[in-house]
């Protein structure tokens, strides 16, 4: 008998009962798993999975006897009604989402059954792939001068988008943009951009981040379509845009006060 078996044994006898766990598994490499997910992973007696974007390699942290239920092939009911019962048999159950639960995760709808039937939950961030883009461009999205703010949006599609934050509305700020779940509308999200950045202004498509097929497409906003439709990209893929991408060809002009050694703050005179 495995210990996590042993530990099931003992929930049961015991009465106990743990909360649900919602884990950000990052954008797909599993060492970018926070190692707070990575001990819940371990922990974990069952793990509810979304097998369509979550990369099966993330599952290494996970105990082998542990019993894993990929969530893509099920309705909105059986989601919940297979945590719940998990929680009810006393075990530790991990609900494992791609990137970071908060953005695009449609946790909120889940929290709500959870809490219409008591049962407890908590929540552990993760490595939004907007963030693991940048770190495989080497980019700051927020260079001083240049943008000091960073959209993360999505162009509207099934899942409707308040006609406030369409995508030509917010484009119209220039600054920085990562857009997610819009690549199978690449033609309305380059002309939306054209508008406000200009038809030749830098984008980057970043499909599947920091996973061993990834790819960073450097372009422009007017080739975005041509881009996409050469690679085959019709998933999984961010588009990213503004000013910051042209840093390297015209110099920053600005640096952060952070470390201006005429800038005093109160850890330096």
Known sequence: MSPNQRSIIDQRATGIRYPVIFVGA???????????????????????????????????????DVITIDSAPLAFDEIIARMCQAHQDGKRLVRLHSGDPSLYGAIQEQISELEKRSVPYEIIPGVTAAFAAAAAMCQEYTVPEIAQTLILTRMTGRTKVPQSESLKSLAAHETSMAIYLS?????????????SYGDNAPAVVAYRVSQPDEKIIHTRIKNLPEVVQREGITRQALIIVGRVLEV?????????????????HGFRK
């Open 248 to 264: 390297r060809e015209t110099g920053l002009k600005e640096r952060s006060k952070l470390y201006d050694k005429g800038f005093s």
């Open 26 to 64: 990052g954008p797909g490499d599993p060492e970018l798993i926070t190692v707070k997910g990575k001990y819940a992973l371990e922990k974990a007696d069952v793990i509810v999975y979304a097998g369509s974007l979550v990369p099966h390699a993330v599952l290494k942290w996970a105990d082998p």
């Open 183 to 195: 690549i199978s509308m690449i033609h309305e999200v380059s002309k939306s951009l054209q508008e």
